[in-house]
């Protein structure tokens, strides 16, 4: 069995990703992860300090699956479209649950900072991400926008459909 610390973790990723973040309560994280209530508290503060360690694991588990799913591209126009099949496999791995850290940032509050900055990093590190691939600023600001929205739009409508057509339209501009 793993440590309390991995449990509470385990089970709020599950529902911070499936129920949302202002829809999971800590007393159902603690039942769920068959902790103490003080054992929660010993590892974690607060909710959102949760929310946060969530996020970091999250964003390292996500850029690692990005890296490894595009690894076998020969160069960047094959990496940058790859990145779109790779929301496509994500869609269809998670049930078009869509970003984990734009769900949580449409749920908090302007006060909770910390998460905030978190959900920037991560934006932030996809932005180079792409400014890597591509020289021109312009065009990889563009990139990532049909990248963020391809996302947002395939959650919405349950379908890849939109992943499909935004990975056409970057195939003709890069």
């Known amino acids: 069995m793993s440590s309390p610390r991995e449990r509470i973790l385990e089970r709020a990723s599950i529902l911070f990703h499936h129920q949302g973040y202002n829809s999971t309560g800590i007393n159902q994280i603690i039942s769920e992860a068959n902790v103490a209530k003080a ?16 996020l970091n694991r999250r964003h390292e588990s996500w850029f690692n699956a990005l890296s490894e799913f595009t690894s076998k591209s020969e160069n960047a126009q094959e990496k940058i479209l790859a990145s779109f099949d790779f929301i496509m496999h994500m869609n269809e791995k998670e049930n078009f649950r869509g970003c984990s850290f734009l769900n949580i940032m449409s749920e908090i509050s302007k006060e909770q900072e910390s998460i905030l900055r978190v959900i920037q990093s991560h934006k932030n590190d996809l932005r180079v991400f792409f400014s890597q691939l591509i020289e021109d600023e312009l065009l990889a600001t563009h990139v990532y926008l049909l990248f963020e929205s391809s996302i947002i739009e395939s959650q919405l409508f349950e379908s890849n459909e939109i992943v499909n057509k935004s990975k056409t339209i970057v195939k003709s501009i890069i």
């Open 39 to 54: 054992s929660f508290y010993q590892h974690f503060k607060t909710k959102d300090d949760l929310c946060v360690t969530f």
